[in-house]
């Protein structure tokens, strides 16, 4: 699926004209309700967003609680949850694999290029935000929705692992050898 990008410039009128703002409680009610998604598909959210993960989870969910659209790069999102950048990747990566969040990009511009732009499915303003800053009609919405979700069907189920292309060799293997 293609990724969507959006310019800084809308991005930043939208959140600046927002009066909502993260809360605690809004985001504690949002990693439940994410749990519960995850519960109905056999997922349990540690096995998706182990220990680190977690964290940035935490993070995400906090700062989309308010408006339901955050804009915030990888580097400032590791700092904040003091983890690698590499986990911050994993556990965006993890996030998409939810289809509970649609993770876009900056444009490469002026004013933050490549940065996430992350925006909650289930947030009261994401039909709003998709008409005011992603220029998407709800017809487009619902067609970006059944894509995201054919991709997703498409590729293997979370939580579940093949052995085929494993490597088979492993410390415990080598060890028992000797």
């Given amino acids: 699926m293609k990724t969507l990008t959006v310019t800084n410039k809308r991005v930043q009128f939208y959140l600046t004209y927002s009066t ?15 749990e519960g998604e995850l519960e109905k598909q056999n997922i349990m959210i540690d096995e998706l967003f ?24 990888a580097e400032r999102i590791a700092e904040k949850c003091g983890c690698s950048v590499r986990t911050v990747y994993s556990a965006v990566k993890a996030l998409k694999q939810t289809n509970e969040f649609i993770v876009a990009r900056l444009i490469k511009s002026r004013g933050g290029a490549g940065k996430y732009v992350l925006v909650d499915k289930k947030h009261s303003n994401f039909n709003e935000i998709m008409a005011e800053v992603f220029m ?39 060890y028992l050898k000797h």
Avoid: M, W
């Avoid at 919405?141 to 492993?170: C, D, I, R, Y």
């Fill in 20 to 34: 909502e703002k993260p809360g605690t409680a809004r985001k504690k009610q949002r990693l439940k309700q994410l």
């Fill in 50 to 73: 182990p220990a680190k993960q977690l964290q940035v989870l935490d993070y995400l969910l906090y700062i989309t609680s308010g408006t339901g659209i955050a804009k915030v790069g």
């Fill in 136 to 174: 998407l009609s709800a017809e487009k919405v619902a067609q970006l929705n059944s894509e995201q979700f054919a991709e997703q069907n498409k590729s293997q189920p979370l939580g579940t692992h093949g052995v085929e292309g494993n490597k088979t060799t492993s410390n415990l293997n080598n």
